[in-house]
T-cell receptor, first 113, second 113 residues
Framework: GDSVTQMEGPVTLSEEAFLTINCTYTATGYPSLFWYVQYPGEGLQLLLKATKADDKGSNKGFEATYRKETTSFHLEKGSVQVSDSAVYFCALSDSGGANNLFFGTGTRLTVIP | DAGITQSPRYKITETGRQVTLMCHQTWSHSYMFWYRQDLGHGLRLIYYSAAADITDKGEVPDGYVVSRSKTENFPLTLESATRSQTSVYFC????????????FGDGTRLSIL
């Protein structure tokens, strides 16, 4: 079945450091891929998405490119801020019509000043 | 303001008790969802609903009951709570079947003693 694998956390970085959170997926069809962010005490918010191979999603300085050849959708940011501290979830939506999202286990990011 | 409201935000109850988590959305979205969030599992879909009076099981439906008599409300009931149902529960909505991402509420943290 469809699934998403994220890098284990937690990740701790200094402010202005470069961020990469790895995400790989398994899917039989042509899924859409998402990154969600969850700030403390809140629900998930969509951060960015890509719906087909080679698409790049971007938002708030974060980027991720849909790589079909490596089945990956790694999240990157060139210079993190303390306000980026949150849990990040990679997710996959299959193309079979079932209204569902398959989530990774989440990666907690802490940015220290 | 438009959005999704979950209540209560926190709930402690005992094994065997019935408990209902409420979810209300103001967008008139057709689709509504219940997820549970557990360490090591990310988010898993419990039930979803495509419209009033139409519901369907997700990945982990056992021990839960849902109803959707009105488009804006989607309550989740644990008929006889068990400790394994201790979790954080998120409600979400979307306007169409293929409209992803979904909008999430802020969650209900449920503890079953």
């Amino acid at each position: 079945g469809d699934s998403v694998t994220q890098m284990e956390g937690p990740v701790t970085l200094s402010e202005e450091a470069f961020l990469t959170i790895n995400c790989t997926y398994t899917a039989t069809g042509y899924p859409s891929l998402f990154w969600y962010v969850q700030y403390p005490g809140e629900g998930l918010q969509l951060l960015l998405k890509a719906t087909k191979a080679d698409d790049k999603g971007s938002n708030k300085g974060f980027e991720a490119t849909y790589r079909k050849e490596t089945t990956s959708f790694h999240l990157e940011k060139g210079s993190v801020q303390v306000s980026d501290s949150a849990v990040y979830f990679c997710a996959l939506s299959d193309s079979g019509g079932a209204n569902n999202l398959f989530f990774g286990t989440g990666t907690r990011l802490t940015v220290i000043p | 303001d438009a959005g999704i409201t979950q209540s209560p935000r926190y709930k402690i109850t005992e094994t065997g008790r019935q408990v209902t988590l409420m979810c209300h959305q103001t967008w008139s979205h057709s689709y509504m969802f219940w997820y549970r969030q557990d360490l090591g599992h990310g988010l898993r879909l419990i039930y979803y609903s495509a419209a009033a009076d139409i519901t369907d099981k997700g990945e982990v439906p056992d021990g839960y009951v849902v109803s959707r008599s009105k488009t804006e409300n989607f309550p989740l009931t644990l008929e006889s709570a068990t400790r394994s149902q201790t979790s954080v529960y998120f409600c979400a909505s979307s306007d169409t079947m293929r409209s992803r991402p979904q909008h999430f509420g802020d969650g209900t943290r449920l503890s079953i003693l």
